[in-house]
């Protein structure tokens, strides 16, 4: 186990990696500006140029909550495996022998707490909605479900049927609960077939990651398959945090136009205006008394 964290904590490998992770993200990002550029057009009384800030920043964030969704997954899958492998004292290997399967249900449970901590306290994710976040972690298990078919049938690797299985039964109960409606139903597919292009581009961004890091040896293959994805993920996450935090999805975004309104001075009303004349009539008389009395005080003197 320590020989595999002193690889995996080597510089040149780690920082392969991550300069990786950051050009693709950063290439990744120019698309989603350019697809907004593309398509941005009148939208009501909307300036253009808030159209296309609001959308820049509601697909980026949509392509980081799918990577959070997918990376969460990955990590305790590793766990999972890791643990399966490693653990060799014996009265807690046939404990986890007896219940892994049900551990594996708790681990994936726990994969969507991480998943909130993701994107809850790493990362605020403001322009995206609750439904958004459930309708891109139900396409974060077809992205997993894409990753272990091919590391089924391309990578050969049988020791992940039980948990493909696992995922075949989560989308499923996912689409169709015991009390939807066809509505219902047709809702999740729209809601879940709008975020396919990021599915695609996130399916991208790993594929690079994972030919690089298997390329330059950095990912081990007889680590587990499962482990270096997670591994790949993780610099992924890093890239996001980076770059969300060096402002560069807000320099692509662009600044929102502030419409200014006209500010119409009121006039003040009649009344008041007689109020006031009142007022200054009242003084006048005031002082007229006054000199009167004056004068009076005068003449008796």
């Known amino acids: 186990m320590q020989e595999y964290l002193d690889h995996y904590l080597e510089l040149p490998g780690a920082i392969i990696m991550l300069v990786t992770a950051l050009a693709v993200l950063a290439v990744l990002l120019l698309v989603i500006k350019g697809f907004v550029n593309l398509t941005a057009g009148k939208h009501g009384d909307m300036p253009r140029q808030n159209y296309v800030y609001d959308k820049v920043f509601n697909l980026s964030q949509r392509l980081f909550e799918l990577i959070f969704s997918g990376a969460s997954i990955v990590f305790f899958l590793s766990v999972y495996y890791l643990i399966d492998r490693f653990l060799d004292v014996p009265e807690y290997r046939s404990f986890w022998d007896q219940y892994n399967s049900f551990l594996l249900m708790l681990f994936i449970v726990f994969s969507c707490l991480f998943n909130n901590v993701l994107d809850g306290l790493l990362i605020r994710l403001k322009f995206i909605s609750s439904s958004d976040k459930a309708a891109l972690r139900l396409i974060g298990m077809l992205y997993m479900f894409c990753i272990f078919m091919y590391i089924k049938f391309i990578y050969e690797d049988n020791n992940y049927d039980e948990i493909i299985a696992y995922f075949l039964g989560l989308m499923i109960g996912r689409f169709v609960y015991f009390d939807a409606t066809f509505k219902d139903f047709m809702n999740a597919i729209k809601d879940a077939v709008k975020n396919?292009?990021?599915?695609?581009?996130?399916?991208?961004?790993?594929?690079?990651?994972?030919?690089?890091?298997?390329?330059?040896?950095?990912?081990?293959?007889?680590?587990?398959?499962?482990?270096?994805?997670?591994?790949?993920?993780?610099?992924?996450?890093?890239?996001?945090?980076?770059?969300?935090?060096?402002?560069?999805?807000?320099?692509?975004?662009?600044?929102?136009?502030?419409?200014?309104?006209?500010?119409?001075?009121?006039?003040?009303?009649s009344k008041k205006k007689k109020k006031v004349q009142d007022v200054i009539d009242e003084d006048f008389e005031e002082l007229d008394d006054i000199d009167m009395e004056y004068k009076v005080s005068r003449d008796e003197t």
């Not at 591994?231 to 600044?255: T, W």
């Open 196 to 269: 396919i292009p990021l599915m695609i581009l996130s399916l991208v961004y790993i594929s690079i990651m994972a030919i690089v890091g298997f390329g330059d040896k950095y990912l081990i293959r007889h680590n587990g398959v499962i482990t270096n994805i997670f591994i790949a993920h993780l610099f992924m996450i890093i890239a996001i945090f980076l770059l969300q935090h060096c402002q560069f999805v807000r320099l692509l975004a662009g600044k929102k136009v502030v419409e200014k309104k006209e500010i119409v001075k009121k006039k003040p009303s």
